[in-house]
């Protein structure tokens, strides 16, 4: 939503930034001078004892001289209550007396609406908050006092109330209210039967207010007394106010206290969150009577980085975290994570509190566990992996799960994670002790010299093993493979979106192919393939010139036939088929080297004899095969004409001599 041309000049000068900030901090009278609106503070932003903040209602401007936080009263909104820009603009609007400016009429109508709805809900609860305090309520209150210990403070903080044992108790208060039915049916308090006729949607239950990140009351949860219950929690209908889906209990101060440095806790109810706020724990949020959502999910990362998720120590609380691992895995990205905190078995966040204290639940969430910890106990809990069979199945499920993660970088993290744990799980009580570690390394070419290993001058048989031997000379050629896949890239942009992932995937190392890649990503979808080339052109500028300019890259087909799509295609599928079975030998070798030092058995040999044969059969190309059909890399058959055709292509150049022409 954009704002008129001086809207927010004129907020700055209704809003006084001193009255803004003088609601978090208090002021060094020694310091301050009023009349000059001249003011002096304890940074809110930082633990210190001088007054090194500075507000200056002049200029409408705040300085520390200590941590550097600086801005108006805007940024000082978002920046101690960790809301958005545009919140804090409507929240400092609401003080000044301004009306936030509507997109249309249709818009600024909706909005008057949801205010109507809202004004219904603060109706509610002001009504049965009075209720609680009635003679009638007094079961309420003993629950309430001697089972949840919540004093009669701590329920005024929360606004619970009561909803008396009767069909139109509500009903009645909002009529002498003067509150239209529609808006009482339209705010999900009121309920309308088959025939027409209203009734109260709860009806003896103790009700928890719920409301927006705002302060709003968007709907009201309750709490049934009756034992006999068919839903002992029950929340509002989805309204124009309230989407459970996408909101949090306690969203607001939660995100406040969040900002101010608190871990954010996700608890499963309204108690736990109310316990845990009580217990000295603020930044503490529930869903609304349903799994985690993936829109709740983004609503807790904007909260904080690393949400902890609380689990009830029983089976259904394990059955909730495994949903939420495949909720948050496609969404992960840098710095954003979830921890997990479990329980002991049978307890609560409420339970645990009531029972052990404040402490034990601060013990729980510093044992916090990393997401990737979860998934591994989920894939092996009770399983055994006695069997390569067995072992294979477990393989395939985590490669699975990582497949999920979207980020590159996130999902090789968890892949080195998930490998350190399955060398536990396979290796348990075989892998050498540090005494053991130094006889093998003296094998491979070391020996222990004063407690430490020095490695020797490796044999000429060493010297020529695959180990030894497979990044030699490598270097350079990778280079020119990637010069010329970049190349065939930017002259046929037609190609970027079919090899996307491929050339996500591309290790690189020189910062002018790493500047092309970006480039190549950037134009990858396109909407006009026929005017990309030359939009790619200007915003590769010189390094694409420098690149075309390379002897190697100028003899390879995409650029000696810039006009023949099917040769350039046919080019790129096989220079990336090289470059993957390169990097992929390369990892291979590294994981190879670790693993002979702790296990040489014919499983290892196997494996490097695949990559032998994998590096081999990527580096022949089209051309070497004889049959009648060919499997490509992508697992694709060609036939004798379109092998034909491929061999055609491919005698026009031999990447095997350095990239001479055979024409």
Known sequence: ????????????????????????????????????????????????????????????????????????????????????????????????????????????????????????????????????????????????????????????????????????????????????????????????????????????????????????????????????????????????????????????????????????????GYMDVIALVEAGFPAAVAPLGTAITEDQLRLMWRISPEPIITLDGDTAGQRAAMRVIDLALPLLEAGQGLRFAVLPPGLDPDDLLKQKGAPAMQEVLETAQPMVNLLWRRETEGRVFDSPERKAALDKSLRAALMKIRDPSIRKHYGDDIKELRWDLFRQGRRPTRSAERAPRAAFGGTARGGRFQPVEPLASTRASLLASAAEGDETTIALRVSVVLAALCLHPRLIDRHEAQIERMQLSDPAHEHLRQVVLTHAHDADPDTCAARLARAAGPALETLLAHPYVQISPPVRHPQDQDRAAMCLAQELAKLEAHWGAEQELREAEEDIHALADEGLTWRLGQVARAKADAEKGPEAARAEGVIAPNGVELNREELDHAQRIWASIDFTRGGKSRS
């Not at 989805?238 to 969040?258: I, M, Q, S, V």
């Open 1 to 268: 939503m954009s704002l008129p041309p001086g809207f927010l000049d004129e907020l700055r000068t209704r809003v006084t930034l001193s009255s803004v900030v003088g609601r978090k901090v208090t002021w060094d009278a020694r310091k301050s001078n009023q009349g000059k609106g001249d003011w002096w503070a304890p940074c809110p932003f930082h633990q210190e004892k001088s007054a090194s903040f500075h507000v200056d209602d002049r200029k409408g401007f705040y300085y520390c001289f200590g941590c550097h936080a600086k801005g108006d009263a805007v940024t000082f909104l978002k920046e101690a209550e960790n809301v958005s820009f545009m919140e804090a603009v409507e929240i400092l609007a609401r003080e000044a007396g301004m009306q936030m400016p509507a997109r249309d009429p249709q818009a600024a109508q909706k909005a008057d609406r949801r205010t109507q709805l809202a004004e219904v809900m603060e109706e509610a609860v002001r009504f049965f908050r009075l209720q609680l305090r009635m003679q009638g309520a007094q079961a309420a209150r003993d629950y309430l006092a001697q089972k949840r210990r919540l004093s009669p403070e701590a329920q005024d903080r929360w606004e619970i109330g009561w909803a008396p044992d009767s069909r139109v108790a509500l009903l009645n208060a909002l009529k002498a209210k003067g509150v239209a039915p529609d808006l009482m049916v339209a705010s999900g308090l009121i309920a309308k039967g088959d025939d027409g006729s209203l009734y109260d949607r709860f009806r003896g239950r103790i009700i928890f207010p719920i409301r927006d990140a705002r302060g709003r009351a968007i709907s009201l949860g309750g709490r049934s007394m009756d034992p006999n219950a068919r839903a002992k929690y029950l929340n509002g209908p989805e309204t124009e106010l309230f989407d459970k889906g996408r909101n949090l209990f306690n969203h607001g101060p939660a995100r406040e206290a969040a900002g101010k440095g608190r871990p954010l806790i996700v608890a499963e």
